[in-house]
């Protein structure tokens, strides 16, 4: 649960065990913790914050915030500022995933299919957003080798969710182009890191 509010347990015989109560994910402010575990707000403004990702240098953070749609927008740290990154009407995004030279923000989006595929969007807002794959199976990235040249990302098949590699050809000065995904494992298990939120 993304909430941290699903609590609950099915017996062998079948009897339902769950613990009831509020939801505690929608409309909460962001904390950062140090290392002797002391919590101080980082933005004391509440939102249904998901999946936050700091970028490289660590002055910014990439979340998905669910507000009646699902959305990738960017907080300057020092300026508490907070911008929605993916500004088109029917594109809204889920997991976002830095590359190395904090430059773009990689996510998943359903756009042209029922499934979410990989996009990628510069970070200062320039530009559109670029279509990384296509595929008839729901993938969210997960994160960027550090040459900025392949995305490890998780791609649901039936019955299984399987971890992949998308190759990036190119630089900056030339452009960049995806090339095809490839396997990297897959098995009868959920080769996975997050929950389906």
């Not at 913790?33 to 490289?56: C, E, H, Q, Y």
């Not at 299984?160 to 490839?182: C, F, H, N, Q, Y």
Request: hydrophobic letters at 35%; one cysteine or more; glycine letters at 10%.
């Amino acid at each position: 649960s993304i909430t941290g509010g699903a609590q609950f347990s099915v017996s062998a015989n079948g009897t339902l065990l769950y613990l009831p109560g509020e939801m505690t994910g929608a409309g909460t402010p962001i904390h950062w913790m140090d290392r002797d575990g002391k919590s101080t707000p980082l933005r004391s403004t509440p939102a249904n914050w998901i999946n936050l990702v700091f970028s490289p240098d660590g002055s910014r953070l990439a979340t998905q915030i669910n507000d009646g749609t699902s959305d990738i927008w960017l907080l300057d740290v020092a300026r508490d500022l907070l911008t929605r990154l993916t500004t088109e009407t029917d594109l809204h995004g889920i997991h976002p995933a830095w590359t190395p030279d904090g430059r773009r923000v990689a996510f998943a989006v359903g756009r042209d299919t029922p499934a979410s595929n990989l996009y990628w969007q510069r970070a200062d807002g320039a530009g559109e957003a670029e279509r990384l794959t296509t595929s008839a199976n729901a993938q969210r990235p997960f994160s960027w080798h550090p040459s900025g040249k392949f995305l490890a990302f998780d791609e649901s098949t039936p019955g299984s969710v399987d971890i992949m590699i998308l190759p990036m050809e190119g630089d900056e000065a030339s452009g960049w182009k995806p090339g095809t995904p490839r396997v990297f494992l897959n098995s009868p298990a959920r080769e996975s890191d997050r929950t389906s939120c």
